[in-house]
């Protein structure tokens, strides 16, 4: 059973920038593509990013590509989303999820998620 705890959400102008944690309490964390997802209320859940065991295979939705990214550090059990020039419209809660299948779907039955951590870009 792998546990996803995410961090370091909060309140940040637009332009600004925010990195959230994904601390697993797993050591077969690396055998996980690590994902993030956000979601605000009466919205479907938005796949965000992803990434594949080694770090070298990584998505991006359009709408994060070039201010978002995305990083594990298999060693600390940890992956990192650093939101740079960040807009109103990514404020939602943004949660981790592990799984050992390469998706994106959001409505995919990811194995494990965080409970989510609240961004919120004030303008």
């Known amino acids: 059973q792998v546990q996803l705890v995410e961090s370091g959400g909060g309140l940040v102008q637009a332009g600004g920038s925010l990195r959230l944690s994904c601390a697993a309490s797993?050591?077969?964390?690396?055998?996980?593509?690590l994902y993030w997802f956000r979601q605000t209320p009466g919205k479907e859940r938005e796949f965000v990013t992803r990434i594949n065991w080694s770090g070298r295979r990584i998505d991006y939705a359009e709408s994060v590509k070039g201010r978002f990214t995305i990083s594990r550090d298999n060693a600390k059990n940890t992956a990192y989303l650093q939101m740079n020039d960040v807009k109103p419209e990514d404020t939602a809660v943004y949660y981790c999820?592990?799984?050992?299948?390469?998706?994106?779907?959001?409505?995919?039955?990811?194995?494990?998620w965080g409970q989510g951590t609240q961004v919120t870009v004030s303008s």
């Open positions: 999820a592990a799984d050992r299948v390469w998706q994106s779907d959001p409505l995919y039955a990811y194995a494990y």
């Open positions: 797993e050591r077969t964390f690396s055998d996980y593509v």
